[in-house]
């Protein structure tokens, strides 16, 4: 019985850790993680939590073009593919995930704007 319940669990494994860390989204924006002497980074991943853009500044990122900060309290509303420059509207959602030890803060989608 044990060998058969091994059986069943390493597949269920396998899938949940494909599963797409914002669902219904293009792309997850994690937190921002501190490089050090001022510098701070935020990754942008795709479902399959590969970095495909992000930001590296010592300035506040909701002014230098690639995210748009909404009110306080302030998130990421907005994220500017830095190599298309298509824009997409971000928002935080329940479903959203970690990749590797980075939560994912908000889920960012294109509409066709």
């Not at 795709?46 to 309290?73: A, K, Q, R, Y």
């Not at 824009?87 to 939560?103: E, F, I, K, L, M």
């Amino acid at each position: 019985m044990q060998s058969f319940l091994k059986t069943l669990a390493l597949p269920l494994l396998l899938v949940s850790s494909s599963l797409a860390i914002c669902p219904g989204f293009n792309y997850g924006v994690g937190n921002v993680q501190s490089l050090g002497g001022g510098v701070n980074r935020w990754n942008v991943y795709d479902d399959s939590c590969n970095v495909v853009d992000g930001l590296t500044t010592t300035f506040n990122p909701c002014t230098v073009g690639t995210f748009g900060c909404s009110p306080p309290p302030i998130i990421f509303n907005e994220y500017t593919n830095s190599f298309t420059g298509l824009r997409y509207a971000c928002r935080t959602d329940p479903n959203s995930g970690t990749c590797g030890s980075d939560v994912v803060s908000v889920c960012c989608r294109n509409d066709g704007n």
